[in-house]
């Protein structure tokens, strides 16, 4: 009990609980700090003394890369809802009618173009908000029409991968979409457009196998976890315990598997200068 319970009267308790939003402290998971949400969302929701990576919603993600946050929304074509006519413990039409009203979104992969530091550009971005960024024939539609926009605008193809792997309500149409959006990738590199992967937290399995180990170049966020199988399935496998930090980006790339880990805050002028050399572009001051 405390004094709000004690002292105040009910009908101020409940004024006083609707004009104090929720998430008004974000509670950092690495090292339990409170984060005013005003503020996270100022520094691109990454924890201003942990560095902690939080996720970003598409939105704030996308309105943070492009100059003065304007892009165009590329449409992704239409594909059988329910090939299976899929039921677990509810129809999957009906899953997908909640993630599409709690996300706004379509489905998993939201495809866009626009400019970065004036380079033209086609931005892919995986919603782990929706089915966990699974990778469905939705979202394998989505990956191949933003590669063939950006070969009609001789764009580089960037991707921000956030992903749980493969969606099993589509079963085999799922995982067919790993062979295609790889024939996609090599469309694009005989066009001699750069495909720029950026790694976020997590990005695992089907996703991990097929398209977001393609790339160029692969950028990873701090922090994130990059594998395909799960660690406590290898070491239940091999029954070895696994290093320190195994599957984090930053071991990655100390072996190879990643080529930079960049902070978000660096993000933008780091794809800028990216696209800018591989696309031979002088860089505006």
């Keep these: 009990m405390n004094w709000m319970s004690n002292v105040v009267p009910p009908k101020i308790r409940s004024f006083l609980k609707r004009e104090t939003p929720e998430n008004l402290w974000v509670k950092c998971p690495d090292s ?49 809802v329910d090939p299976l006519k899929f039921r ?27 400019l970065i530091e004036s380079n033209k550009v086609v931005v892919a971005i995986q919603n782990f908000e929706f089915m966990g960024g699974s990778l469905g024939m939705a979202a394998g539609e989505a990956v191949v029409k933003g590669i063939m926009t950006a070969i009609e605008l001789n764009a580089p193809f960037i991707i921000f991968t956030a992903s749980g792997g493969a969606r099993m309500q589509e079963g085999m149409f799922s995982l067919m979409q790993m062979p295609r959006t790889t024939v996609a990738v090599q469309r694009l590199r005989a066009a001699k457009l750069p495909f720029i992967v950026v790694l976020t937290n997590p990005t695992t399995g089907g996703v991990t196998a097929s398209y977001a180990m393609l790339g160029d170049i692969h950028i990873a966020e701090p922090g994130a976890v990059i594998g395909f199988a799960g660690a406590r399935v290898i070491e239940q496998t091999i029954r070895e315990r696994l290093p320190e930090g195994f599957q984090r980006a930053e071991y990655l790339k100390a072996h190879g598997m990643v080529d930079m880990v960049v902070p978000r805050q660096e993000m933008r002028s780091t794809l800028a200068r990216l696209c800018a050399l591989f696309m031979n572009n002088p860089r505006v001051a």
């Design 88 to 114: 677990d413990v509810k129809r999957y039409t009906d899953r997908l009618k909640e993630y599409r009203t709690k996300t706004g979104e379509v489905d998993a992969i939201k495809i866009t173009h626009g």
């Design 32 to 80: 339990g700090e409170l984060v005013y949400h005003k503020d996270l969302e100022a520094n691109l929701f990454v924890v201003p003394n942990s560095g902690y990576h939080m996720r970003m919603p598409i939105t704030a993600r996308l309105e943070s890369l492009y100059d003065d946050g304007k892009y165009q929304t590329v449409e992704t074509p239409e594909v059988p």
